[in-house]
């Protein structure tokens, strides 16, 4: 089964503080992506990468970046967290769409509270 | 960012009863997707659809792909408390992003 793990199912973090998200896959996908999780807004992607040290913006970028070091990496940093950064964030993975199905495994996903 | 009109945004249902919902899109996908979250966990595929006018069966699940490429549609027959939790659908068009739906509520009462 494809694995996509997130190191932190919660997280407390104060204002101003630096945060680091981490996500590992287990399938060799090439795609990686982050999303946030908000009450009636849905899932929004933040970055996106599809090759290592590759990334894009997605729709919310702003005060976030990434890194893709490995393949099997993608982190999600804040550089200095805000209230209103506060919400679940969804880590998943998936292959090129070309040629293949093109579906995303998700994480169980990292809840986030700055205070 | 695209994006996807989704409906309803809730349903409040009985054991038993059929559901619909669907998604809408203004632009054009050559993929549709439908997810399933349950709560404290991240979304799980049900169906995915990849040709205009594919209609796609999971047991009790039902979903088409569009004639015209711009919606989609899933059906649970004879729901079950376990069906719970939120659906999402996904579109993709010429890029390798999903853009997804901002979800429905699926309450199921015994």
């Known amino acids: 089964d494809v694995k996509v793990t997130q190191s932190s199912r919660y997280l407390v973090k104060r204002t101003g503080e630096k945060v680091f998200l981490e996500c590992v896959q287990d399938m060799d996908h090439e795609n990686m992506f982050w999303y946030r999780q908000d009450p009636g807004l849905g899932l929004r992607l933040i970055y996106f990468?599809?090759?290592?040290?590759?990334?894009e913006k997605g729709d919310i970028p702003e005060g976030y970046s990434v890194s893709r070091e490995k393949k099997e990496r993608f982190s999600l940093i804040l550089e200095s967290a805000s209230t209103n950064q506060t919400s679940m964030y969804l880590c998943a993975s998936g292959l090129q769409a070309r040629g293949n199905t093109g579906e995303l495994f998700f994480g169980e996903g990292s809840r986030l509270t700055v205070l | 960012g695209q994006q996807l009109n989704q409906s309803p945004q809730s349903m409040f249902i009985q054991e038993g009863e059929d559901v619909s919902m669907n998604c809408t899109s203004s632009?054009?996908?050559?993929?549709w997707l439908w997810y399933k979250q349950e709560p404290g966990e991240g979304p799980v595929l049900l169906i995915a659809l990849y040709k205009a006018g594919e209609l796609t069966s999971n047991g009790r699940l039902t979903a088409q792909f569009g004639i015209t490429r711009k919606d989609s549609f899933l059906n649970i027959s004879a729901s079950i408390p376990s069906d719970v939790g939120i659906y999402f659908c996904a579109g993709r068009g010429g890029s390798e992003k999903l853009v997804f739906g901002k979800g429905t509520k699926l309450t199921v009462n015994p």
């Open positions: 632009s054009i996908f050559n993929t």
């Open positions: 990468s599809y090759d290592v040290k590759m990334k």
